[in-house]
C-alpha cells in the first residue's frame, strides 16, 4: 500500500513569506508527527498528534509554526514569516498508535529553502 | 527519555555481519528498545524493535542483553545499500515521540 506521502518534495521561498507543507499518512494510522532535519543535523521533534488533536507540541520553535490535522489524516505544516534558519528538510511521520510497541513510517520529506 | 549512546561510525565489508552496539543503562522497565536508520538524502526507515526478548525480522536481529542495559543491531550480510546512520532509540510504553540521537554512521566497503 501507498507509505507516507509529503508535498512539495522541494519549496523554495523568500524570506518573509508563509509556507504550507503536506503530510498524508498511511491510511488509518491515528499518530502521526513532524521532524525537521538542518543540513548535516539530527532529526529535532516538532510535534505529535493523536487523532487530531496534538498532546505534544513540545518541538515547535517558535509562534511562527503551527500545525494542524483533519481527522486522522492530512497534516499540514505552516511557517509564517520564514526566516534563512527555517531552511531544512521537514519530515512527517505516522504509526498505528501511540506508544512504545509500535514501528514508525517516514515520508521522503520536503526541503525547504529560504532565499 | 532516557539516553542512548552508540558509537559515531564503524566500518564494514560487504557481506559480513555487522555488530551495531547500543548502550542503554538507564532503560526503564517500560522502555522499548528501537532501531531505526536513514540512508543518504531519505527519511528514517524503521529497522526493529524490542522489549525483552532477541527479535528478528527481514532485515536484522535485534540482540539485547539480560539486564536490558545493552542491545545489539545485527546485520547478518552487510551490503553497500546498508550503508546508512542507524538510530537505537528507546521508546516508553505510553511515549508518543521518537527522540533520535547522533546514532552510528555505518560504512561498507567492497
Known amino acids: 500500500g501507498a507509505g507516507v506521502s509529503q508535498s512539495p518534495s522541494n519549496k523554495v521561498t523568500e524570506k518573509g513569506k508563509d509556507v504550507e507543507l503536506r503530510c498524508d499518512p498511511i491510511s488509518g494510522h491515528t499518530a502521526l508527527y513532524w521532524y525537521r532535519q538542518r543540513l548535516g543535523q539530527g532529526l529535532e521533534f516538532l510535534i505529535y498528534?493523536?487523532?487530531?488533536?496534538?498532546?505534544?507540541k513540545s518541538g515547535l520553535p517558535s509562534d511562527r509554526f503551527s500545525a494542524e490535522r483533519t481527522g486522522e489524516s492530512v497534516s499540514t505544516l505552516t511557517i509564517q514569516r520564514t526566516q534563512q534558519e527555517d531552511s531544512a528538510v521537514y519530515l512527517c511521520?505516522?504509526?498505528?498508535?501511540?506508544?512504545?510497541?509500535?514501528?514508525?513510517?517516514f515520508g521522503q520529506g520536503t526541503r525547504l529553502t529560504v532565499v | 527519555d532516557a539516553k542512548t549512546t552508540q558509537p559515531n561510525s564503524m566500518e564494514s565489508n560487504e557481506e559480513e555481519p555487522v555488530h551495531l552496539p547500543c548502550n542503554h543503562s538507564t532503560i526503564s522497565g517500560t522502555d522499548y528498545i528501537h532501531w531505526y536508520r536513514q540512508l543518504p538524502s531519505q527519511g528514517p526507515e524503521y529497522v526493529i524493535h524490542g522489549l525483552t526478548s532477541n527479535v528478528n525480522n527481514r532485515m536484522a536481529s535485534l540482540a539485547i542483553a539480560e539486564d536490558r542495559k545493552s542491545s545489539t543491531l545485527i546485520l547478518h550480510r552487510a551490503t553497500l545499500r546498508d550503508a546508512a546512520v542507524y538510530y537505537c532509540?528507546?521508546?516508553?510504553?505510553?511515549?508518543?515521540?521518537?527522540?533520535f540521537g547522533t546514532g552510528t554512521r555505518l560504512q561498507v566497503t567492497l
Open positions: 498528534f493523536q487523532g487530531n488533536s496534538a498532546p505534544d
Open positions: 532509540i528507546l521508546k516508553a510504553g505510553t511515549a508518543s515521540k521518537l527522540t
Open positions: 511521520a505516522s504509526s498505528f498508535k501511540g506508544g512504545g510497541n509500535t514501528e514508525a513510517f
